[in-house]
């Protein structure tokens, strides 16, 4: 009788010592699990969002990229990018920022502002979720070498949408001067800029809303080119213009090596005549000392 009680009370004190150890672990955000898979660094921050990432991790792989790319301009460097996001991820893409849509702002005279420039509406999208990081950490092996994996980072991701009469006028994704780090990041410099841009389709569904150069041209006519119909085609006022595509995505390269902006970059999103058209902006950050 008495060997029992002392098992029971040893079983429960295992049990309590477990629990004890878990909440630990947990609390300080899974320390030695995260050295194991590098997936709990990302999700284990806080029990909300590591909830979220068990609902997702049973179901959800990464999977290897299928895209295709063509350099449409080598300098500055603007690549087309033939199926970047498969169709179960625009999907899941929507639906992680379908409820944050909110008017879009334009950086100007050193804030966010609304402005007749910009009549889209924009959403944030959630770090945490599978189907971003997987985009996000795909983006991030399209730049290779361009980013410092010590300091930089690929940014906060986000959907934009436009619906019939919204546009974007001619802008510059990249600031006038540097944006000053902000406590948190620390040890990566005085500064930070777009040292690139992603511009990738969720919806199509649209007539217009295509995504104009007017400075970058192509090195081929591009009538010669089977292409030039169905994709993109030249502008009457000078440059080219890419229709939007599910899918698909444009990238191109903000920065000179010296960290001065390339204002042949300037484009616009020109006004969708009719439907909707939803994109994701990926702007990978280049830290400055
Ligand atoms: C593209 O062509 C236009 C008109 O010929 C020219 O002004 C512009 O500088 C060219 N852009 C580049 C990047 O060469
Ligand atoms: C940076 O490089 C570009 C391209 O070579 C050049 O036009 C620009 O003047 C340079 N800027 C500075 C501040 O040196």
Redesign the pocket.
């Given at each position: 009788m008495a060997s029992m009680t002392r098992s029971s009370s040893a079983i429960a004190f295992v049990i309590a010592v477990i629990v004890v150890l878990a909440s630990v672990l947990y609390r300080f955000k899974l320390p030695y699990l995260t050295s194991l898979s590098p997936h709990f660094v990302l999700y284990s921050s806080s029990s909300k969002t590591f909830g979220r990432y068990m609902k997702h991790a049973s179901s959800f792989r990464c999977p290897q990229h299928t895209y295709t790319t063509e350099i449409i301009s080598l300098d500055p460097l603007l690549i087309y990018i033939d199926s970047f996001l498969a169709p179960v991820e625009i999907e899941a893409l929507l639906e992680a920022g379908e409820s944050e849509f909110a008017p879009s702002q334009v950086y100007k005279r050193g804030r966010n502002q609304d402005t007749s420039d910009r009549t889209s509406s924009s959403a944030g999208l959630p770090r945490d979720n599978p189907t971003v990081q997987c985009v996000l950490e795909r983006a991030e092996g399209f730049l290779g070498t361009m980013l410092d994996p010590s300091r930089d980072d690929i940014g906060p991701p986000q959907l934009v949408r436009y619906t019939a009469g919204q546009r974007f006028n001619r802008h510059r994704d990249w600031y006038e001067r540097p944006q000053p780090v902000r406590k948190g990041m620390l040890g990566r410099g005085k500064g930070w800029n777009r040292i690139a841009s992603f511009f990738a389709i969720l919806q199509d569904q649209c007539t217009g809303g295509e995504t104009w150069f007017p400075l970058i041209n192509a090195t081929i006519p591009l009538d010669a080119d089977g292409k030039g119909d169905r994709l993109w085609k030249t502008h009457e006022n000078g440059g080219l213009m890419f229709r939007p595509v599910s899918g698909n995505a444009l990238f191109w390269v903000n920065l000179?090596?010296?960290g001065?902006g390339d204002d042949r970059t300037i484009h616009a999103g020109l006004p969708v005549e009719e439907g909707l058209k939803t994109a994701m902006n990926i702007w990978p950050r280049k830290f400055y000392d």
């Open positions: 000179f090596a010296n001065t």
